[in-house]
């Protein structure tokens, strides 16, 4: 491997939901300080970045998306001297830290948007999206909110109608205003100022609309379940403006050295590639999602997903994968505690940077949420689909130790979500004295990876195991190569492999017992077993 790759390419980023991950003050709700307590955690994962999810002053109609100041930190998580202590001491163990933007939508809290509803002649009127009703004095279209209900607030102040396709308390920003984006780019320049190495940027694919605001279309594909999903999403998503935007965006990254950006999209993969940009001057990394809404959990599914991903990557773009985050179930409850060890193999040997959600290093699963506890805004709108859209059950806090509240708040404190039932079983300091833990596996993986170029870095190439349940490849780099096999099922699989050599080493097992030598033309896998072999 000649070219060296930076940081974002080689590495494994880890993202922390800070209301969950360290409650340092006994307020029941994670903070900057509790993070830093925490580093010598993050520091044995062998990861490279974390990802910290919204910190910015906000009424919290969102958690934090709902922005009403993009230059200070919120109270709840500590002060902007915390924030620079947390930031050198991450720094200072060689690790990066990528923050949220949410550049497409603030809290109506916002200044900007106090003065943009005050008068319809206000200067700062246009920096976000008004029109006039509808002639029935209804919503000016049918666009529809992500959350439930029209995407539309009508203002009584000025006799219209405000743009969101979020909870009503976050207004869209109007990018086709020309003072819109400078302000954002100003938002970048202080934080990057500050040294923070990148930003993992909110619905990127959504920042501009159908100038026109023309009607979208009935979904014909619609299950009759989330009503959002009955319209095609024509006019509010994925315009080919937005490209031009996420230029801008990238050209101030690269005034500074070695930052990066990570747009969040959800696209299929032909236009997912787009966001890279025609000449590389987009996103760095177009969030890959399709491991978590991509259908089954099943070998040749996955790996025609990562064929096809492969294939569709434009030359020279660097692919990216994630399991999990704060708005999809956890992989350990969707596809079972005993694949998670799977999917983690998975993740981290296939080629280009892997995303890991807290709590998956230990196999955390979703959380109960009784219902006069759930705080999540969709669920909280839709009772009826707060099982299949509610995301606070993959939000609760992490679960350090068996004690209280599993040590992430004092025993006096109620945390903001109740701690998911397993804690006791299911935590750091438990896994930690286990050698054949989760946590361990994890470890014994990510330091693997780092180590190995074929891993980081190397080229991928699908082989055949002549099983249907059984998803085999090649890392290579450097003459060194790697067989990767991966059991999907809950029964021994038979593996018949006669492309490669006769036989090959175990490096790594996912029950962290297995080893020695296979021989790669007949060998059985145990149920729920994923190897790691030098060839």
């Known amino acids: 491997m000649n070219k060296k790759l930076l940081w974002w390419q080689k590495g494994i980023i880890y993202q922390i939901y800070p209301r969950s991950y360290q409650d340092s003050n006994n307020d029941g709700i994670g903070d900057l300080p509790g993070i830093c307590q925490r580093l010598d955690h993050l520091q044995s994962l062998n990861i490279d970045a974390i990802w910290l999810s919204p910190i910015y002053p906000s009424p919290m109609h969102d958690f934090g998306y709902d922005v009403a100041d993009y230059i200070d930190i919120h109270p709840l998580f500590g002060t902007m001297a915390d924030f620079d202590n947390l930031l050198a001491e991450i720094h200072a163990r060689g690790l990066k830290l990528i923050i949220d933007l949410v550049p497409n939508h603030t809290s109506d809290e916002h200044a900007w948007f106090q003065e943009s509803r005050s008068s319809r002649d206000?200067?700062?009127?246009?920096?976000y999206i008004w029109r006039d009703p509808a002639p029935d004095g209804g919503p000016p279209n049918n666009w529809l909110s992500f959350f439930g209900g029209p995407a539309w607030t009508f203002d009584k102040t000025t006799g219209q109608y405000y743009l969101h396709q979020f909870v009503t308390q976050q207004p869209e920003l109007n990018y086709r205003h020309p003072d819109v984006l400078p302000a954002m780019l100003d938002v970048m320049r202080f934080w990057l100022d500050k040294g923070v190495d990148g930003f993992r940027v909110d619905v990127i694919w959504l920042m501009i609309k159908d100038e026109q605001f023309r009607d979208e279309p009935p979904n014909p594909q619609w299950d009759g379940a989330n009503p959002f999903n009955s319209l095609q999403h024509i006019?509010?998503?994925?315009?080919?403006?937005?490209?031009?935007?996420?230029?801008?965006?990238?050209?101030?990254?690269d005034e500074y050295d070695e930052r990066m950006m990570v747009g969040e999209i959800y696209l299929p993969f032909d236009q997912l590639a787009?966001?890279?940009?025609?000449?590389?001057?987009?996103?760095?990394?177009?969030?890959?999602?399709?491991?978590?809404?991509?259908?089954?959990?099943?070998?040749?599914?996955?790996?025609q997903m990562v064929d096809v991903y492969e294939a569709t990557l434009p030359r020279g773009a660097w692919p990216n994968w994630v399991l999990g985050n704060h708005d999809q179930h956890r992989i350990a409850s969707r596809v079972g505690v005993a694949q998670a060890r799977v999917a983690n193999m998975l993740?981290?040997?296939?080629?280009?940077?892997?995303?890991?959600?807290?709590?998956?290093?230990?196999?955390?699963?979703?959380?109960?949420?009784?219902?006069?506890?759930?705080?999540?805004p969709p669920a909280v709108n839709q009772p009826e689909l707060a099982d299949k859209i509610g995301r606070d059950p993959v939000r609760t806090p992490m679960q350090w130790d068996d004690s209280v509240h599993a040590g992430f708040s004092g025993?006096?404190?109620?945390?903001?979500?109740?701690?998911?039932?397993?804690?006791?079983?299911?935590?750091?300091?438990?896994?930690?004295?286990?050698?054949?833990?989760?946590?361990?596996?994890?470890?014994?993986?990510?330091?693997?990876?780092?180590?190995?170029?074929?891993?980081?870095?190397?080229?991928?190439?699908?082989?055949?195991?002549?099983?249907?349940?059984?998803?085999?490849?090649?890392?290579?780099?450097?003459?060194?190569?790697?067989?990767?096999?991966?059991?999907f099922t809950g029964d021994a699989q038979e593996v018949n492999i006669t492309e490669l050599e006769a036989t090959a080493t175990i490096i790594l097992a996912t029950d962290m017992q297995r080893s020695g030598s296979i021989t790669l033309p007949n060998f059985t896998l145990a149920a729920n077993q994923g190897l790691i072999l030098q060839l």
Request: aromatic share 12%; net charge negative.
């Open 347 to 376: 993740l981290l040997t296939l080629r280009g940077t892997p995303t890991t959600y807290y709590g998956e290093e230990i196999g955390m699963v979703n959380g109960h949420i009784p219902p006069e506890l759930v705080q999540d």
């Open 274 to 303: 787009t966001y890279y940009g025609t000449n590389f001057d987009e996103c760095h990394l177009p969030f890959n999602f399709h491991l978590i809404y991509g259908g089954n959990w099943q070998a040749q599914a996955i790996r």
């Open 122 to 127: 206000n200067p700062k009127r246009d920096w």
């Open 411 to 487: 025993e006096t404190a109620v945390p903001w979500l109740p701690v998911a039932e397993n804690y006791q079983t299911v935590n750091v300091a438990a896994q930690n004295n286990d050698p054949t833990s989760m946590l361990n596996f994890y470890r014994a993986l990510t330091q693997l990876r780092g180590t190995e170029p074929a891993l980081y870095a190397g080229s991928y190439r699908a082989v055949d195991a002549n099983n249907e349940d059984v998803f085999a490849y090649v890392r290579e780099a450097d003459g060194r190569s790697f067989l990767i096999v991966l059991n």
């Open 235 to 253: 006019y509010t998503q994925n315009l080919p403006e937005v490209h031009e935007l996420i230029r801008k965006m990238r050209a101030v990254l």
